[in-house]
């Protein structure tokens, strides 16, 4: 049971739900998020609104009066929208009856677990991870299984021996979270095949968070200005669920607009699955993403040179000599490691005491980010620099 939830035992309540674990980021980013002055770099998101455009089609959508029951799957024009975007990105051909329209990345991460796994069952996450994978597993009855992947001078690796090890006759799926959040890790195509080949021989599913996927920095990966995708390497009958959402993309984390990638004879047991959690995306909402989808190039543009330059930025923090920073290959976070660091939760709350920085606890994408951080930095250069100069100033008081 999750030790800070306490619920009398007469409510008998389903284990499921007192298990769902707390958020760490959502405590640190609780305590501070009202603080005067803090430069708040704990969440996954950016520092601008969402651009007009975007607004401009939802509110539309409102005047045309779109604001009754819709499709379960989504509307027509987002689901053709996001086979567009697909095939631009990807360069092929893409079925819109891929794709399922979700209220964020969140429901959609939920259904494909819903799918795949269940009481008894286990799924396999590297971690560090984001910690709602392990939240939306539970909450399905299901147990994750962390597997922590190794770590050097050149950054994090996934261990594949010790992946394929962890496999056991109740393992249903794999997680894959490339580029990922927290570490910045980016898989390669080798990478991709060998989690695919491994996921063939045992029969499990792979859910893909491929989310980061145009955040990419390292040159030797870049496919096409992104990052390479299980899309390289799959055939149509591999077992592969890919969650995506608007949010990092276009600035929407505020909308809960995602969507599902899955074959298409899925199809009715999605539509079902969105009707009991949601009964459909509100349809101008899905307005607003396709406006993000069809003019949102350039911003998105804008938003990748923003986070490699934020990237240079908090690379300067590596030069207190307390912390370790392998420079990440995607996404827009730092993973900072800080030597002599006891608890990564009590060092974030000091941040914020002390020298006004909100960073996320690296305990909170499991206990291989003990003694880490998680910094955002897909934020103004002005904010970062500050942020910097204020935790060099701290870093040697709060490990002294």
């Not at 990092?248 to 999605?270: D, H, S």
Request: hydrophobic letters at 40%; one cysteine or more; glycine letters at 8%.
């Amino acid at each position: 049971m999750n030790a800070s939830v306490s619920i009398p035992s007469t409510f008998n309540l389903r284990a499921e739900a007192l298990q769902a674990p707390t958020s760490g980021i959502v405590d640190v980013f609780s305590y501070g998020r009202n603080k005067p002055g803090i430069i708040p770099l704990w969440v996954g998101e950016g520092d601008l609104s969402t651009p007009s455009f975007i607004c401009d089609a939802a509110t539309r959508s409102l005047q045309d009066g779109e604001t009754f029951y819709t499709y379960q799957r989504g509307i027509p024009d987002l689901r053709q929208a996001i086979a567009r975007y697909h095939e631009r990105v990807y360069r092929k051909t893409f079925d819109p009856e891929r794709f399922f329209v979700t209220s964020g990345g969140m429901p959609a991460m939920q259904i494909a677990f819903r799918m795949v796994c269940g009481n008894g069952d286990e799924v396999l996450i590297p971690t560090p991870a984001w910690p709602n994978f392990a939240g939306a597993i539970t909450i399905a009855g299901a147990r994750p299984v962390a597997v922590p992947m190794n770590i050097d001078a050149k950054g994090w690796h996934l261990d594949f021996e010790r992946l394929e090890k962890s496999i056991t006759p109740r393992t249903r799926a794999v997680v894959l979270n490339s580029p990922s959040n927290p570490t910045g890790w980016t898989a390669s195509h080798d990478d991709l095949r060998a989690v695919l080949d491994m996921a063939r021989k045992h029969g499990l599913w792979i859910v893909a968070d491929e989310i980061y996927g145009r955040f990419i920095h390292d040159p030797a990966l870049t496919v096409d200005g992104r990052a390479p995708s299980f899309r390289d390497v799959m055939e149509p009958e591999d077992r592969i669920l890919f969650i995506q959402t608007f949010s990092k993309n276009w600035a929407m984390t505020g909308w809960r607009l995602g969507w599902l990638e899955a074959p298409p004879v899925m199809g009715q047991v999605i539509e079902n699955l969105v009707q009991y959690q949601t009964s459909g995306t509100p349809t101008f909402i899905q307005r607003a993403g396709v406006a993000a989808i069809e003019q949102g190039e350039d911003f998105l543009a804008d938003q990748i040179v923003k986070a490699k330059r934020g990237r240079e930025i908090v690379k300067k923090l590596a030069e207190t000599g307390l912390v370790e920073l392998p420079p990440p290959n995607g996404a827009f976070y730092a993973f900072l490691k800080i030597k002599g660091a006891k608890s990564s939760k009590g060092i974030a709350f000091r941040l914020i005491d002390e020298a006004n920085v909100g960073l996320a606890p690296g305990n909170a994408f499991g206990d291989a980010g003990e003694g880490y951080l998680r910094l955002c930095y897909l934020r103004r250069a002005e904010d970062l620099e500050e942020a910097v100069k204020r935790i060099h100033a701290a870093l040697p008081r709060l490990i002294a």
